[in-house]
């Protein structure tokens, strides 16, 4: 099985040792990405709303560098730091899908990367 790297510049840099993505032959592993604009490389400032788009617009861009779309992702993992944010990232998140939805858990943290409240990884397969 071959493993490629994955990398754009219009989703943010690794703060860690990691990538933004790795490939496969059949799949694509999205690390968990935070609300940081790429263009600035820092945390965007605004509401959890804002938060999840942005998110959610880093998970879009890694797709789009795999050729893929978001009715390729198979599995996500939400992370949160207070449950009590669920319903407003639920809603910006299932805006992103056409309705065949992944597998998901969403769960609740103590801490999350530069102090954010929301992170999201996904699983995609490359054919449909």
Excluded: W
């Amino acid at each position: 099985m071959a493993k490629q790297i994955v990398k754009t510049d219009k989703a943010p840099a690794p703060i860690g040792p990691y990538n933004q993505a790795i490939k496969t032959d059949s799949m694509l592993f999205v690390s968990g990405q935070v609300a940081i604009d790429p263009s600035t490389n820092e945390v965007i400032k605004g509401s959890v709303q804002d938060e999840a788009h942005q998110v959610m617009k880093n998970i879009k861009a890694i797709l789009d560098e795999a050729h893929i779309t978001f009715d390729h992702v198979v599995k996500t993992t939400i992370f949160l730091s207070d449950m009590n944010l669920f319903t407003e990232v639920n809603a910006i998140y299932g805006s992103y899908f056409s309705g065949d939805y992944p597998a998901r858990e969403t769960v609740a943290v103590k801490g999350l990367p530069k102090g954010v409240n929301v992170e999201i990884s996904v699983t995609a397969v490359l054919s449909l």
